[in-house]
């Protein structure tokens, strides 16, 4: 019931910026959390970043902390991830993934999320 396509990848400079959409074309009753999660060539996955329904609440790995935002519209099913100041090592898949999770902790760990993207790939070069 929940299905979601990422959009906005593509090839931007060291230091630019790009933002990622990811939109659910299902129902909403499965997302009451969305994140974003991307994996580098051979790299694990590793949590980027999550927010809630209503937004009031945020979590962000160390690795993108001060540089990206997410944000969501749920009037659009739509969940954002504005990346500025890239660097290379943002090179990666980025997936969108949802589910009702509401318990902090778990955001971060992608076994907890049943939902996902088809992921769309980020490269940072200079």
């Known amino acids: 019931q929940v299905q979601l396509v990422e959009s906005g990848g593509g090839l931007v400079q060291v230091g630019g910026s790009l933002r990622l959409s990811c939109q659910n074309s299902?129902?909403?009753?499965?997302?009451?959390?969305m994140a974003w999660f991307r994996q580098a060539p051979g790299e694990e996955r590793e949590f980027v970043a999550a927010?809630?329904?209503?937004?009031?609440?945020?979590w962000y790995g160390d690795s993108v902390q001060g540089r990206f935002t997410i944000s969501r519209d749920n009037a659009k099913n739509t969940v954002y991830l504005e990346m500025n100041s890239l660097k290379a090592e943002d090179t990666a898949v980025y997936y969108c993934?949802?589910?009702?999770?509401?318990?902090?902790?778990?955001?971060?760990?992608?076994?907890?999320?049943?939902?996902w993207g088809q992921g769309t790939q980020v490269t940072v070069s200079s």
């Open positions: 927010i809630i329904w209503t937004g009031s609440s945020t």
């Open positions: 993934a949802a589910d009702g999770i509401w318990r902090g902790i778990d955001v971060l760990y992608s076994s907890k999320y049943r939902f």
């Open positions: 299902g129902r909403t009753g499965s997302t009451y959390t």
